[in-house]
């Protein structure tokens, strides 16, 4: 199957999806720059890259998972600037990354059954994962960030994007925040089933995924652009938003 791609012309966001993987290219991030968020495997960020040829652009990621940062040596290769979530870089460092056991990443079934299963797209995300990413295979990142992102910091080069630090699936996770046109990229911190917002319930740490979902679901957002699942729009988006142990039930 091939990539499907859904325009979000409102807000000058193209997502390109390949099953439940999302990659989003935000076509100006506030200084004319384009910013591609989770280039999850090669073919994605090629077509992603193929969007923006006019000026180098920024990619980051919303944490280092594997179908998250696997394209990112091809974003590299085309000129962009790769900025990361700063936990990594102790990663990078030694520490061994937190991930969600089976038995979590099962506990998202229903997101994975919300779309139809592309293998294709699996063999990708794991041939792309080999050369950059973290798994239980062990710790990935050539050539490290030109830039590391924290909390409260503005994203280098589409400064009309926050850092918000969102762990609870990872001890890295970070969502990104444009508060002038409400849309926030959850990455993995929150998901998406039936056109409805999940806190996800895939943790390392429900402590720490309890105080996200506190300080998110608060905030005034009208496009949710989730790492897994289609994104959801509306004024009542987090409101509405299931809660981690609130499962979706079986169709
Ligand atoms: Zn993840």
């Not at 394209?71 to 937190?98: F, H, K, N, Q, W």
């Amino acid at each position: 199957m091939k990539a499907v791609i859904t325009e979000l012309p409102d807000v000058g966001i193209t997502v390109i999806s390949r099953w439940v993987f999302n990659c989003y290219v935000i076509h100006d991030g506030g200084d004319g720059r384009a910013l591609v968020v989770d280039p999850g495997m090669r073919s994605t960020a090629r077509l992603a890259a193929s969007m923006v040829t006019d000026r180098p652009c920024v990619a980051v990621a919303t944490h280092g998972h594997v179908d998250h940062v696997g394209g990112m040596p091809t974003m590299r290769a085309s000129g962009a600037d790769v900025v990361l979530p700063t936990r990594i870089r102790d990663y990078v460092a030694g520490e061994t990354p937190r991930s969600p056991g089976l038995r979590e990443v099962a506990s998202i079934a229903p997101v994975l059954r919300d779309q139809p299963v592309s293998i294709p797209a699996l063999v990708d995300v794991a041939r792309s994962g080999r050369e950059c990413g973290y798994d239980g295979r062990g710790v990935r990142f050539p050539g490290g960030a030109d830039h590391w992102i924290g909390d409260g910091d503005e994203v280098p080069g589409a400064p009309a994007w926050q850092v918000i630090q969102t762990p609870g699936h990872t001890d890295d996770s970070t969502a990104l925040w444009n508060p002038s046109a409400g849309v926030l990229l959850s990455g993995d911190a929150v998901l998406s089933v039936g056109g409805r917002a999940w806190f996800t319930p895939e943790l390392v740490d429900a402590d720490l995924a309890a105080a996200t979902e506190q300080r998110l679901r608060p905030m005034p957002v009208r496009y949710l652009l989730p790492g897994h699942g289609r994104a959801v729009v509306g004024a009542d988006v987090m409101t509405h938003a299931r809660s981690p142990q609130d499962r979706p039930r079986r169709r």
